[in-house]
Every structure is written in structure tokens, then in C-alpha cells.
């Protein structure tokens, strides 16, 4: 029986020892990463299983530090034992709900559609207004996000006084397109202006117009950008807060209002609130995972084309 003829060198054990242990680290960084970034999550969603003197103990782990109980979801009437009674705090759980899928993802859409097209235009023709050029312009854009909210809350609150805006959807989803426009317009700038003007060119050649080249060859391969832009337009629309306390009071209030208003002279309903915040959060997971994959397909077909 022949023995083994070739051996590794003392160089190839060192590298495949130090190509190990870089792997080990790699892995161990991101996994601790990973634990920092959802955490917050798992403690959200355990407390909201948890009672009043599990929540004041500091009890982590389900059936090892604590018995899991339905107080949170009871207080919404989300509980099995509660889900076909009737519950006014249900009712106004889906009211809010209801608020803020409609004014966030209508607020993202539109500003992905008006973001897009201003973006392309700066990526793809010379403007002028003033002393200012392209850059200029995507720069005042972006420099409107400097300014604080409370800075815009006294004349928001004034003009929508006037127009007769308050406590409206209409007058959220104006005012959340305006805040995410910024965000839209620089990330989808860079994602045009990484696109060869030669595939425009092109198309033009073979007779269709701008808004064809537009449409048929651009907007294909800027799908990964339009959903990354519309992604973390709802996050920040969905989550945004001040806005959503300072014009709404009773019609048009969101659900990130009503999270807040578990404070009371009796102290916090941690239950409650974790509850509320799990269910506020459980969309934004799924849309998040069902558009990652879209992403993929979009990134794979624009480099097919």
C-alpha cells in the first residue's frame, strides 16, 4: 500500500492556518453584528409575552427566565381569546394601521416616481438656474435634510391651518414626500449617472424617443436603485413621528402616535407597547424580505441587459 507521495510545507499549513482564522474572525464580526442589530427585535417581540413583574425582573428568555402570557396582545385585542371579540382598541390599532400603509407607501411611491425622473434629468442634461449647475442643485436637494423638524413644524402648522390640511392623510403624504424627495433624488442620481449614455444613444438611433429609452432600457436596469430608494422611503415615513403627532389629532393619526400614547399617570405598559411596536414592525420585515429578492432579480436582469 502506497503511501501519500505530495505533503504541505510548512508555508502551505501557515497560510491555510491564517486563511482559517481570518474566516473565524469574519464570521464571529458578523455574527455578533447580527445579534447587535436584532436584539432589539427579539426583546421587543418577548416582552410583548411578558407580564408586569417579568418586565420589572428583566426576564430575557422565554420558558427559561419567564412563562410567555398574551398580556401585550390582550390589551389590543389581538390575544386568541380576544381576535373575534369586539375590541374597541383593535378598532383603533387598525384605524392606525390603515394610516400609515396608506400615507407611507403612497408618500414613497410618489416620491420614487417625482425622484426618478428628477434625478434623471440632472444625471442626463446641463441645467442653469442662477449661479448654480447640476451639482449645485443636487447638492441644495440634499442640504434640505440638514434642517431640523422642529425648525419646520410653526410654518407647516400654519400653512396647513390655512389650507385646512390638518388631521388629513392627504396633508401627511405631501409632507412625507417632501421629507424623503431628498434621499430619493441623490441615491437615484448616482444610480443614472452610473448608466452608459451609449445605451440611450443607441435606442435613439433605432427610433425611439427619450421618454422610450426612458422607459424600455433605462428604468430596467435603475430597478435596484427605485426599490432601495423606495425601501428606506418607508422606513423613514413609516417610523417618522413629530409630523405625524404635531397635524394629526384624531382622523389621520399613525401608528408610531399611538405607541407613544402608552405612557400614562400609571406609569409605561411596557406589554402594550412592545405588542404595538411588534406589529408596527412585522411589516416592514416582510416587505423587506419579499423585495430583497426583487432586488436580486432586478440586479441580475439589468446585467443581462
Wanted: aromatic residues 12%; glycine residues 6%.
Amino acid at each position: 500500500m502506497s503511501g501519500q507521495i505530495f505533503h504541505d510545507g510548512e508555508a502551505d499549513l501557515a497560510h491555510r492556518a491564517k486563511w482559517w482564522t481570518g474566516r473565524a474572525l469574519i464570521y464571529g464580526a458578523l455574527a455578533l453584528w447580527a445579534f447587535i442589530c436584532l436584539f432589539p427585535i427579539f426583546w421587543t417581540l418577548t416582552t410583548s409575552f411578558k407580564t408586569a413583574p417579568d418586565v420589572m425582573k428583566g426576564n430575557i428568555l422565554p420558558w427559561w427566565d419567564f412563562r410567555p402570557a398574551w398580556l401585550g396582545w390582550r390589551s389590543l385585542g389581538l390575544s386568541p381569546e380576544t381576535i373575534l371579540e369586539e375590541s374597541t382598541v383593535r378598532e383603533e390599532f387598525l384605524k392606525r394601521f390603515v394610516n400609515s400603509l396608506i400615507t407611507s407607501v403612497s408618500a414613497s411611491v410618489l416620491a420614487v416616481i417625482l425622484g426618478s425622473l428628477a434625478a434623471y434629468g440632472l444625471s442626463r442634461f446641463a441645467y442653469r438656474f442662477g449661479p448654480m449647475r447640476n451639482g449645485d442643485i443636487s447638492f441644495f436637494f440634499l442640504s434640505q435634510l440638514i434642517l431640523p423638524p422642529v425648525v419646520l413644524a410653526l410654518p407647516f402648522l400654519v400653512l396647513y391651518r390655512e389650507l385646512g390640511m390638518l388631521d388629513t392623510r392627504i396633508g401627511l403624504i405631501l409632507l412625507y414626500t417632501l421629507t424623503v424627495l431628498p434621499i430619493v433624488i441623490w441615491i437615484m442620481r448616482d444610480q443614472f449617472a452610473a448608466i452608459p449614455t451609449e445605451l440611450e444613444e443607441a435606442a435613439l438611433m433605432d427610433g425611439l424617443s427619450i421618454w422610450g429609452a426612458f422607459a424600455t432600457i433605462i428604468l430596467p436596469i435603475a430597478l435596484p436603485g427605485m426599490v432601495a430608494a423606495l425601501i428606506l422611503s418607508l422606513v423613514l415615513t413609516w417610523n417618522e413621528y413629530f409630523f405625524a403627532a404635531l397635524l394629526t389629532s384624531t382622523h389621520a393619526n399613525t401608528l408610531p402616535v399611538m405607541v407613544a400614547s402608552q405612557t400614562g399617570s400609571q406609569g409605561i405598559s411596557w406589554w402594550s407597547m412592545a405588542a404595538l411596536s411588534a406589529a408596527s414592525i412585522a411589516p416592514l420585515i416582510l416587505v423587506g424580505i419579499l423585495l430583497e429578492r426583487f432586488i436580486i432579480r432586478g440586479m441580475a436582469a439589468g446585467a443581462v441587459k
